[in-house]
């Protein structure tokens, strides 16, 4: 197997869940900053344009990191970052939606409509009027997430999983982009240090190596 690698949210979110799974995978990079995902060789691969991908031992290649994580957790389930039994596993992917649809989306969008404007404005779409919205959206409902976290120390209670990975990541990006969340959260703020201490938090800011 191999990795399409970049350096973008959603690449470092995979290389996390890769990093706590212990796994190692060969990679390459996609250089998203120049638009190399945008060019015909990379859309051959991934004809949505996006990073990361898998590229799989029989030549086939998926996309999306959160269904490669899926991939590689029932590949290699321990350590479990998604869960051992269908409760478990429901659980991880309540939190891993509410997480994604409430809060990362937006920051992502934002990102996307102000700070990455120049960058996004011949790639995609863009609504620059909505991004202090979006913004703002993102930091109510992380402030709802918080009303909803339970006793901890994660979100889906002793088990880290891959849902902390995500949020943790996502928020560790928009602090860089203009868009610090509130520290003094009560439960998202010392969760938030937790994970920040943890070795994968730090070595996921670099790329995979390369293969």
């Given at each position: 197997?191999?990795?399409?690698?970049?350096?973008?949210?959603?690449?470092?979110?995979?290389?996390?869940?890769?990093?706590?799974?212990?796994?190692?995978?060969?990679?390459?990079?996609?250089?998203?900053?120049?638009?190399?995902?945008?060019?015909?060789?990379?859309?051959?691969?991934?004809?949505?344009?996006?990073?990361?991908?898998?590229?799989?031992?029989?030549?086939?290649?998926?996309?999306?990191?959160?269904?490669?994580?899926?991939?590689?957790?029932?590949?290699?389930?321990?350590?479990v970052l998604i869960g051992a039994t269908p409760e478990e596993r429901a659980l991880t992917r309540q939190w891993w939606r509410r997480v994604e649809l409430n809060v990362t989306e937006f920051i992502h969008n934002a990102f996307h409509y102000a700070e990455g404007l120049p960058r996004f404005t011949p790639r995609i779409p863009v609504a620059p009027e909505a991004a202090a919205g979006l913004k703002r959206i993102a930091q109510d409902r992380l402030a709802w997430l918080d009303g909803l976290f339970g006793a901890g120390p994660w979100l889906c209670g002793e088990r880290f999983t891959a849902a902390d990975i995500w949020l943790y990541v996502w928020l560790d990006f928009g602090a860089g982009v203009n868009q610090p969340f509130d520290r003094t959260l009560p439960k998202v703020g010392p969760w938030f240090a937790r994970v920040a201490a943890r070795p994968s938090a730090a070595a996921s800011r670099e790329l995979l190596a390369s293969a």
């Open positions: 197997m191999l990795i399409y690698d970049a350096i973008s949210p959603a690449p470092r979110c995979l290389r996390m869940f890769v990093l706590e799974k212990g796994l190692r995978l060969p990679a390459v990079t996609v250089d998203v900053m120049r638009g190399e995902n945008r060019e015909p060789a990379w859309l051959a691969v991934n004809p949505a344009g996006q990073t990361p991908a898998l590229r799989l031992d029989d030549g086939s290649v998926l996309a999306e990191a959160v269904a490669i994580a899926e991939f590689l957790e029932e590949l290699h389930p321990a350590p």
